[in-house]
């Protein structure tokens, strides 16, 4: 079993910045693709962004791109998500997630449906 263990989020003014991380425990010896999704009240889970095993390919929604960054450091098990110029629509709660795989270059999907594992899940609340 892999487990996924997600830093506490937290409030912060619009126009702000914050670090989420996500560490890793259990099977660690298996390759894992990882993304981030978020959920705000009422709505359905959406895709934030996504890294390879490797971390040399990434992907972001549309909504986050040139103001989040994914990123990971294997040694450490561990994956973060940069998040600045942040904005009261994205305020959710954001969960981490991992996928076994056999490629270090290949990128998850975009549904929640594409990965094994999830983390509890983590409140960002941003105030305008």
């Known amino acids: 079993q892999v487990q996924l263990v997600e830093s506490e989020g937290g409030l912060v003014q619009a126009g702000g910045s914050l670090r989420l991380s996500c560490a890793r425990s259990g099977r660690t010896f298996n390759n894992y693709a990882m993304g981030w999704f978020r959920q705000a009240p009422g709505k359905a889970r959406e895709f934030v962004a996504a890294i390879s095993w490797s971390g040399g390919a990434t992907h972001y929604a549309d909504s986050v791109k040139g103001r989040f960054t994914i990123s990971r450091d294997n040694a450490k098990n561990t994956m973060y998500l940069q998040m600045n110029s942040l904005e009261p629509e994205d305020t959710a709660v954001y969960y981490c997630?991992?996928?076994?795989?056999?490629?270090?270059?290949?990128?998850?999907?975009?549904?929640?449906?594409?990965?094994?594992?999830w983390g509890q899940g983590s409140q960002v609340t941003v105030s305008s």
């Open positions: 997630a991992a996928r076994s795989t056999f490629s270090s270059s290949v990128l998850p999907g975009i549904r929640p449906s594409d990965y094994d594992y």
